[in-house]
């Protein structure tokens, strides 16, 4: 039986393409560091360090540490310096990339529906993000008022998509195995391939072009068809009783 349900966030609860967002958010955080490191550099290496964290194997390190080891060293400002420049940016500049992003109407009323059908729900977003960022993202979807079992950021997660390992860790600490989670999301690649090989049930989020896409998972269709899905199977609060 499904007892958690994890959905991932940009282009599947949220309208986000990151294809469009990163450079206006690359192009923000370059205006608010540029008096201490140049545009490219910083941008650069921003993109660099978070390629460590996406290959990061060591489970004894959040993604936060392997980021900052190697960024600050190699951008030539320490984290004392810098940490609070970064805080600051995404409590202040950062809520003004909302203008790139659309909330998707039924986002609201999928996750509801699983909270009161009294799933494990969990944000599964790409932990590259402060946890700051990603609130603010839920908010701009609508969803920000919930009691996750679990919200994947960079402080708190040691892997990232699309490692296997991602979804496993999510699997142990909300305290279910991969068999009774279900990944809802938009990316073959990163939601739907890796939380398969880590024993999940998958639901491929499909609009517009990606529908005749080829993708082997459990199931597929809009955040519309997914309700209708779970709206089919017995609650997991019914089957507690």
Known sequence: MI??????????????????????????????????????????????????????????????????????????????????????????????LRKYTRPRPEARGVVQECFDRGYDVVIATSPVFPLRAVQHRLEWAGVADFPYALITTYENMHSCKPQPRYYLEIAERIGHAPSECMMVGNDPEADIVPASKAGMRTFYVVYGEAEGQAVSADYRGTLEDFLRLIRSWPAPKEAAR
Do not use: W
């Open 3 to 96: 007892r958690a349900i994890l959905f991932d966030l940009d282009a599947t609860l949220l309208d986000n393409d990151m294809r469009t967002f990163l450079p206006p958010y690359f192009q923000a955080l370059c205006a608010r560091l540029g008096d201490r490191i140049p545009p490219e550099r910083l941008t650069r290496q921003v993109m660099e360090s978070t390629q460590r964290m996406i290959q990061n194997t060591d489970p004894t390190r959040t993604n936060q540490e392997v980021f900052a080891d190697d960024f600050f060293p190699k951008i030539g400002h320490g984290p004392d310096e810098l940490g609070p420049v970064f805080a600051d940016f995404y409590e202040r500049d950062f809520p003004a």
